[in-house]
Nanobody, 126 residues
Framework: QVQLVESGGGLVQTGGSLRLSCVAS????????MGWFRQNPGKEREFVAA????????YYADSVKGRFTISRDNVKNTVYLQMNSLKPEDTAVYYC???????????????????WGQGTQVTVSS
């Protein structure tokens, strides 16, 4: 069992930065694939980034490549999403997700994850 708690969201101006954190409980964190997704009302949950258990493989959505960086600290049971050069279209509720499946199959799909945090709001003003 893995429980996830996100923090770090807020209101920022266009071009600004935010760093999201997701603290996980449970002994399986260090072997879990972790991801970040985002969602706006009435829309499907959208893949943002994912990282394998040792950080050896990282995936990004095309819309955030070059601006967002995902990382993890397995000692602190924490995964991060550093978001730079934020745009109004980045506004959404951001969710941390985890899965104990170690393969990368389905890593960019919300349905591929079994554990979710409560979400943190990110709002980018123009």
């Amino acid at each position: 069992q893995v429980q996830l708690v996100e923090s770090g969201g807020g209101l920022v101006q266009t071009g600004g930065s935010l760093r999201l954190s997701c603290v996980a409980s449970g002994r399986t964190f260090s072997s879990s694939v972790m991801g970040w997704f985002r969602q706006n009302p009435g829309k499907e949950r959208e893949f943002v980034a994912a990282i394998t258990w040792n950080g050896g493989t990282i995936y990004y959505a095309d819309s955030v490549k070059g601006r967002f960086t995902i990382s993890r600290d397995n000692v602190k049971n924490t995964v991060y999403l550093q978001m730079n050069s934020l745009k109004p279209e980045d506004t959404a509720v951001y969710y941390c997700a985890g899965r104990t499946i170690t393969s990368t199959t389905g890593i960019t799909r919300a349905g591929g994850y079994g554990y979710w945090g409560q979400g943190t709001q990110v709002t980018v003003s123009s």
